[in-house]
């Protein structure tokens, strides 16, 4: 599968110049920007409080707090999944990319952080490289 034969029909870049998608990407991801909406949302939790009824507030800090986590597990998803990606670039980026999915994304970072990504990534690891794409 090519970069231009999976996005046949999409066009990437502005001003007419087309880009692949590998460009696009890579152009625009930005995880910082992800880091810092977390750090506001955890900086948010009890703002606004002051409009909600008393009884109505635990369930606010609830909802703020939950909305915390959810963000803060898709950047670890997005990273895990931008990082395995990146660290591959000797295969397709965009099929890795899409084929990687957070489920598969346990023993990558298990490899990491037992300081034996190397193995992993050449099939020696406590997981082998074929099972991060079912």
């Known amino acids: 599968m090519?970069?231009?034969g999976y996005f046949n029909r999409t066009e990437f870049g502005s001003d007419g110049e087309w880009q692949s998608p590998e460009e696009a990407?890579?152009?625009r991801?930005?995880?910082?920007?992800?880091?810092?909406?977390?750090?506001?949302l955890a900086?948010?939790?009890?703002?606004?409080?002051?409009?909600?009824?008393?009884e109505k507030k635990a369930e606010a800090i609830t909802y703020a707090t939950v909305d915390l986590f959810r963000a803060t597990v898709q950047y670890v998803e997005e990273f895990g999944t931008y990082m395995y990606s990146e660290i591959k670039s000797d295969e397709n980026f965009i099929e890795l990319?899409?084929?990687?999915?957070?489920g598969n994304l346990e023993p990558f970072f298990e490899n990491c952080r037992a300081g034996e990504l190397d193995a992993y990534?050449?099939?020696e690891g406590h997981g082998?490289?074929?099972a991060i794409h079912r």
Request: hydrophobic residues 35%; aromatic residues 2%; proline residues 5%.
């Open 29 to 40: 991801h930005n995880p910082e920007i992800a880091y810092h909406h977390i750090v506001k």
């Open 43 to 54: 900086g948010s939790i009890d703002a606004g409080l002051d409009n909600i009824p008393d």
């Open 128 to 130: 082998d490289t074929a």
């Open 121 to 123: 990534l050449a099939g």
């Open 2 to 4: 090519t970069d231009r």
């Open 97 to 102: 990319l899409i084929r990687t999915s957070a």
């Open 25 to 27: 990407i890579r152009d």
